[in-house]
């Protein structure tokens, strides 16, 4: 029932905002003169630009027709004119053909157009199925209005009423009969605004929605996939051949750039398997698989959940796309006698799979799974030099993935979830010294996912960079002598052990003030702003601990010890526990921080936030001590 409810609010969870009378959307290139004059976005003040209307209009032959204009107020909403439109298919001599697109400026009382020089536009393929059309609008300033209009140059992909910028009038309209070839197209809606326009059912072949005045959808920290997230009208195509997730599965292992793939020759694999059959567990003969094929090949940046070059030739080459790639580790599992399968998913970038609605349109990956109990699963992708065997990709947990299981003929939707806290500990031993300083040692012991990202940051930033990601940028803080042990074994946690010395600003000769919370990595609050639009995904139970002990100096004592406090929320899920000791010229300091759950409705956020702002003023309490 849990995951049946997350399913739904990622579907429902957006904004209630009220509707009003807008503006009719305009033929192209008539203009209101008091959208020309328009200075700021009625209903969200601070926009920088905003979309005046968008207006889609689907029909089964023709495909879709869509005209879309937008208002810029300053120059940070200039970046609005930069425009990328999916093409579905080779359509690329159509869709320029069919391309209009103008920029209107008002100046001085005159109307100055200036139409788009079609030759400026570009195409990139993005895959096997679809590419892009690019293009930047000329003469964009402060005050300028731009359209484009298009058609016939997608297939059925979900119209979304909300972007990055808001919008004021969005329109759908869906003309597709049924018939043989289409099959049935239903249109489902994932709003919580009122339609302005609402004709027809929704089992209609001939609809139309329509939504006013739409807030925008910012980045938010801890934000689940955005796509699914923005209110959206899905296209849902019922076709008999793939209307549910057995069908799609049988097609994907028959087809020939997926499931064919499946059955290969590498060169060289007979000395990776037989070295491979004599480890002695099946934890220690996956982590070899994973990491002879994540060390030898070179991802090409591709997300794909099938071959284009072909695995072998991937192999030889050493670069290959993710398919390939995670292909070539199935291959040599099961060569090995580990019982693993092909799994299709969706990263949340590119919108996640929906275990209700049977579609190959979310699929965006090819990896590997491994159910090693009723309780444990791996999920193995071997394009991130990051990632480990034993944890899920961080991009793909609280989603659903795509097994094919063609020996048991199953091919059904998992749920995948990482249940095991993922835990980050802190151990400081330091002396404090009179006049202000402190000198100690530290360790960091960082499991699963912290230890994949503190690897990445290491590896990526450099030392220096990632000594002051240590020490939270706090210039009164030197760190030396920095080691990290384990990094190549993924079944240990990271270690990191360094030494460091502190200037206690503030202190004099009779007062000494420190803060306990050094080195916990937890960042800034990420639950400052007092409005929440997006569920809160923190994909794994991310928990901390910190453990100090200092040695006060001789003549001194604690004057100001704060209180050992345990702080809960509403709902039980998260509890922040510190416990405080003075004893024989030291303090004891004990932080604990417990996440049970990992995913909250975005109606939670009151409390959530309520509850960070709490821990985060516990976490800089000082102490201070005072000579005698």
Known sequence: MYKLAITLTICLSIFFTKAQTVPPAEPYGKVSQADLELKACDFEKDANAEVLFDVGYVRMREGMERHTRIKIFNDFGKYAANVRIEVFGELYSRAANDLEAE??????????????DKKSVFFEKTDKYRSAMIFALPNVKAGSIIEYKYKGITGYNDWYFQGSLPTRYSEIRMDVPPS????????????KQSFVKEIGKSDDWDQTRALANV??????????????????ME????????????????????ADDVGM???INL?????????????KSDNEKIAFIFDTVKNRMKWDELLRFYTTDGTARAWNKTIGNSAEINIMVFHLLKKTGIK????????????????YLPSIIPFSNLVVYIPVDSVKRYVLDATNKYNLYNTIPPDMLNTYGLNLDESNNSYKT?????????IQSVFLNAEIKAGGKMDGTAEITSFNYNKSNAIKKYKTDGEEKYINYLRNEDNNIKISALKLENMAVDSLPLSQKFNFNLELTGSDNTYIYFNTGLFNLMGPNPFMKEERYSDIDFGYRDNYSINGIYKIPDGYKAETLPKNITIVMPDQSITFKRTIIQQDGTISVRYVLNHKKTLYFRENYADMRVFYKQLYELLNEQIVLKKA
């Open 215 to 232: 807030h925008s959808l910012p980045d938010e920290p801890y934000m689940s996939a955005r796509l699914n997230t923005l209110q959206r």
């Open 414 to 422: 998992i749920f995948l979830e990482n249940t095991e806290p993922t």
């Open 103 to 116: 920029t209107i400026n008002f100046e001085n009382g005159k109307i100055e157009i200036t139409p788009l």
């Open 235 to 254: 296209f849902l195509v019922t076709l008999t051949t793939i209307n549910t997730w057995e069908k799609i599965g049988k097609l994907l292992v028959n």
């Open 267 to 279: 060169n060289d694999e007979a000395n990776i398997i037989k070295y491979a059959k004599n480890l």
């Open 180 to 191: 043989n070839l289409a099959g049935k197209v239903t249109l489902i809606p994932h709003v």
């Open 340 to 355: 693993a399968y092909p799994m299709i998913v969706s990263n949340k970038k590119d919108g996640v799979i929906n275990p």
């Open 261 to 263: 793939g499946f059955t």
